[in-house]
């Protein structure tokens, strides 16, 4: 199958999305599928065809969120490369910019659209309205959502029952939604596959002892993800034991906001900031680690929390849905909802090493259900439904549309 997926970030650029775009197109093309990526290109205004690994750079301008860039619409000269391509489906991975050239191409063309729904813009409208309209900015950002699904895609895929709920609930969904959690290649963050002496000196590079209890979070630092929230906690962890160390691995908008904060809690021995890892020393920084912890609530997944079970690194996370698919409290890891309960789960593996062991275990096992593989395998199958959807679209048309809506009256 020739596949093409349409996002408005790839490699360099670090994040969750861009890690689960890399693991699919490898999986794919395990499956012996040529699988095509059309981005936007954070580096340049040039475009850009790397002819070995299929992809395409389309100039593009600086949104205001984080390293991101939007570009034209429908750029003509992007459409003759990718025409050459003929492609049997279009995966688009974001409703605007580059998402929108993925309808336009895919509905000129007359190829099916599989979308899959990431981010809850919702959340990240501040970055863009600096406070300004965020109320009526968010019924946009919420409309244009529900258009590009609803209206272009021909199937919709999301990571969890969280983001199924909203669209069901609140967007008044009616097309197919299929629940595939995201996948990743979680034998890169086994124990097994990691170099002892890089965790080693990953510690001596950090000053950690043998006596410190570490707690880990990985993600971009900003406001959504509610790293304050950690750091506050974090002095009052330190009355009941001195020796917990919070390691923050990222960047972001409130980097600096945050390494202040440190400071004024006289904490900032205590608290580590790393600043962006590289692909591949993430790995280390998972193992060095006793607890992986995270208050965010505006995760759409959080394909962090699967790493760091696959590492056997116990996550504790702020209750939302989007982790109840992977966490499963009390068996391999643990629910806060104030910072009371999250010192107290904190503290109670800290003085039960041999129920941090038990947990870590659980935390493994679980994380083998999202190996890349088994995610390319479902979202394959989408493929071919909707492959299967369009051909008979085509084939009759707003009969077929007709049809649909009486089976749907008499379910």
């Not at 391509?85 to 688009?92: A, E, G, K, T, Y």
């Not at 596959?193 to 950690?208: A, G, V």
């Not at 959807?389 to 008499?410: D, V």
Request: charged fraction near 30%; hydrophobic fraction near 35%.
């Amino acid at each position: 199958m020739r596949i093409g997926i349409f996002t408005e970030t790839y490699t360099p650029y670090i994040s969750g999305l861009v890690t689960s775009e890399v693991m699919l197109k490898k999986a794919l093309e395990k499956q012996g599928n040529e699988v095509y990526i059309v981005t936007a290109n954070l580096e340049s205004f040039k475009y850009e065809y790397d002819e070995k690994e299929r992809i395409l750079k389309i100039p593009g301008v600086p949104t205001g969120i984080y390293d991101s860039r939007l570009t034209s619409i429908y750029p003509v000269k992007a459409v003759n490369k990718i025409k050459s391509w003929n492609l049997d489906v279009i995966h688009s991975q974001t409703e605007f910019a580059i998402g929108t050239f993925a309808r336009l191409f895919a509905k000129q063309y007359n190829i099916p659209l599989v979308h899959t729904y990431h981010t809850l813009y919702e959340d990240y409208v501040h970055y863009i309205t600096k406070g300004y309209f965020n109320r009526s900015s968010k019924k946009i950002v919420e409309y244009l959502t529900k258009f590009y699904c609803e209206t272009t895609a021909t199937e919709l895929i999301v990571p969890t029952n969280k983001i199924y709920k909203l669209f069901i609930d609140k967007y008044k969904f009616e097309k197919n939604i299929h629940i595939i959690p995201t996948g990743i290649e979680v034998e890169r963050f086994f124990k097994e596959n990691q170099n002892e002496s890089d965790i080693n000196d990953m510690r001596k590079k950090l000053n950690l002892t043998k006596k410190d209890f570490v707690i880990l979070f990985v993600g971009r630092l900003a406001e959504e993800k509610n790293v304050e929230f950690l750091i506050h906690s974090h002095k009052e962890l330190l009355k009941k034991n001195k020796n917990i160390k919070l390691i923050i691995v990222g960047d972001g908008p409130d980097r600096e906001k945050y390494e202040e904060y440190s400071k004024e809690l006289g904490i900032e021995k205590e608290v580590i900031f790393t600043g962006k890892a590289s692909w591949e020393t993430m790995p280390v920084y998972y193992h060095i680690a006793d607890i992986f912890a995270t208050a965010s609530k505006t995760e759409t997944q959080g394909l962090t929390i699967i790493e760091a079970m696959a590492a056997n690194t116990v996550p504790v996370c702020m209750k939302d849905e989007a982790f109840q698919s992977m966490v499963t409290d009390k068996l391999n890891g643990r629910f806060f909802e104030n910072e009371e309960e999250y010192q107290e789960e904190i503290l109670y593996f800290m003085n039960n090493p041999k129920e941090l062991s038990r947990y870590d275990k659980q935390a493994r096992i679980q994380a083998e259900h999202y190996g890349s593989d088994n995610y390319a395998d479902r979202v394959m199958e989408v493929y071919k439904r909707a492959i299967i959807e369009k051909s008979e679209e085509n084939r009759f048309g707003i009969f077929s549309k007709i049809a649909k809506k009486i089976k749907e009256i008499w379910k």
